[in-house]
């Protein structure tokens, strides 16, 4: 997939937002859901995407629309650091099929890490307990800030 390719209104995330497939949020406002990654490379990995925007990656998104869903992440990720405890994270997003991109709708990945953790393989993770995943979620939104 090009980076210039039309938007698929059928990807997964499309899918999850439509409601037609299922996913553990974590919470969402009118502009933004914050969900769980399926296939975590890390415990407590969350995924935060756009739900207007049809943009597939950062070439494409709107600025207003990309402050948005940054500071959903910075949120997010604050609230991670809380329930989690990890000593450190990273923020990952994936453009173009060459550039590590498997979902063309844009998204910010929140990947908490620990020095003695190895982190797994983006793409080569396996997929996690749907039980286990819900009660990360719910310790995670359990730390959110207020919304302004
Ligand atoms: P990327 O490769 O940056 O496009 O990231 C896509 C991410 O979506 C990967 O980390 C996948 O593990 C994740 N993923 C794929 N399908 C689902 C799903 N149904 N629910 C939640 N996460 C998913």
Sequence with gaps: MTLHAPYDPDNIFAKILRGDIPSVKVWEDEHVLAFMDVF?????????????????????????VLAQVI???QRTARAVEKALKPEGFQILQFN????GQTVFHLHFHIVPRWADRPMKGHGHA??????VLRSLAERIAAELEPLK
Excluded at 126 to 131: C, G, K, L, Q, V
């Design 40 to 64: 975590p490379q890390s415990e407590g990995h969350v995924l935060v995407i756009a739900k207007q925007s049809t943009a597939r990656n950062l070439l494409e998104i709107e600025p207003d």
């Design 71 to 73: 500071a959903a992440t």
């Design 96 to 99: 173009g099929e060459a550039g």
């Design 126 to 131: 396996p997929m996690a307990d749907t039980a």
